[in-house]
């Protein structure tokens, strides 16, 4: 949330836009416009600083569970894929981290609770640094002989000059009430975040009518998730689920969707650190019900450092693009933009 604390997400947040406001998602308005006009001011005021290669931002506009990583993670295989970068980066502020950066992110040395849950995802596909001070970040980034960055979430905070700006917009929830933080899940009005989009990312099928919202002269890449087949569990038995995530019943979905025998599932709080009597717990209920723990690879990170053995399963998703032709051909003609722009 907007204060970086572990939240549950509120129900309202997502409600449909026609239908009526709870009592306490009136009472919470007046702070949400409170919100925004700070949010205006801090915007202001905030200096952009160019970095010394290009910067690719995947950003959304909603508070937690839009599918941001996912999206950074499948662009860093595209991009490396094709040769549009020779070394790039990962770049993300850590949430959930005790560091400040800059730092080099390991993904062998390095937890979670150090670097952050999505630190490490990023990691072990490509190199990565944490740093909350993004122009900083940047300047460590130009020392590894960094020729891309890819900064995973950041579209608020302007102290880094994007060339690139992707949205990224979950199917299933769209933009929710349409409210500011912290009545409803935005976390800028969607004419400023629109402003600022160089194009959007639409995951899963459009459920709530958001991609009639959009800019028509602004592009539109769709992708659908997927668990490769050498990384899917089972569905022989039964499982009891768990997940913290911003939107934990996504999980919970994709597993009914793939006819999982789900026989208990337990959410938490969105980055929620797992404690060792929380996992007894889950494990104990397992043992009863005669079931195996299933969580997501983002979970997995979050766990108590231990063997957990065969006892908890993780599943790892992909996302996979309608068109990956088109979204490659987007990013090199605008990095050949960016280079003229810069040679002028």
Not at 52 to 80: E, F, H, R
Request: hydrophobic share 40%; net charge neutral; proline share 6%.
């Amino acid at each position: 949330m907007c204060l970086g604390l572990k939240f549950k997400t509120p129900s309202f947040w997502y409600r449909r836009q026609n239908s009526e406001a709870s009592l306490q998602e009136m009472i919470l308005t007046p702070l949400s416009w409170a919100y925004g006009t700070g949010h205006r001011i801090n915007t202001a005021r905030q200096s952009s600083q160019k970095a010394d290669m290009p910067v690719i931002c995947i950003g959304n506009l909603v508070a937690g569970g839009s599918g941001k990583t996912p999206v950074a993670l499948s662009l860093m295989q595209l991009i490396s894929g094709d040769k549009l970068a020779e070394k790039p980066h990962f770049l993300t502020r850590g949430y959930g981290s005790n560091q400040k950066g800059p730092l080099l992110v390991d993904y062998f040395e390095n937890n979670a609770s150090e670097v952050g849950d999505e630190s490490l995802l990023l990691a072990k596909t490509a190199f990565t640094i944490l740093s909350a001070d993004r122009p900083a970040g940047a300047h460590l980034a130009k020392e590894k002989n960094a020729d891309l960055l890819i900064m995973d979430d950041g579209l608020q905070n302007s102290s880094l000059h994007k060339d690139i700006s992707f949205v990224v917009i979950d199917g299933a929830s769209g933009f929710g009430n349409g409210k500011l933080l912290p009545a409803g899940p935005l976390r800028e009005t969607l004419e400023s975040g629109f402003a600022k989009a160089d194009a959007f990312v639409l995951i899963g099928k459009d459920k709530t009518g958001a991609v009639h919202m959009l800019p028509e002269d602004k592009p539109l890449f769709n992708v659908h998730v997927e668990v490769a087949d050498d990384h899917k569990p089972p569905t022989t038995k039964p499982y009891i689920a768990f997940a913290g995530l911003g939107r934990p019943e996504k999980f919970y979905h994709l597993l009914q969707k793939l006819n999982y025998d789900i026989a208990g599932w337990r959410p938490f709080p969105d980055h929620y650190v797992y404690k060792r009597g929380d996992i007894y717990k889950l494990i104990e209920e397992a043992k009863e019900k005669n079931a195996t723990l299933i969580t997501t690879e983002k979970d997995f990170l979050r766990l108590p450092e231990e063997d957990w053995g065969t006892e908890i399963l993780q599943m790892p998703i992909q996302l996979v693009w309608e068109n990956e032709k088109s979204v490659v051909e987007f990013i090199r003609q605008r990095l050949k933009e960016t280079q003229s722009l810069q040679a002028a």
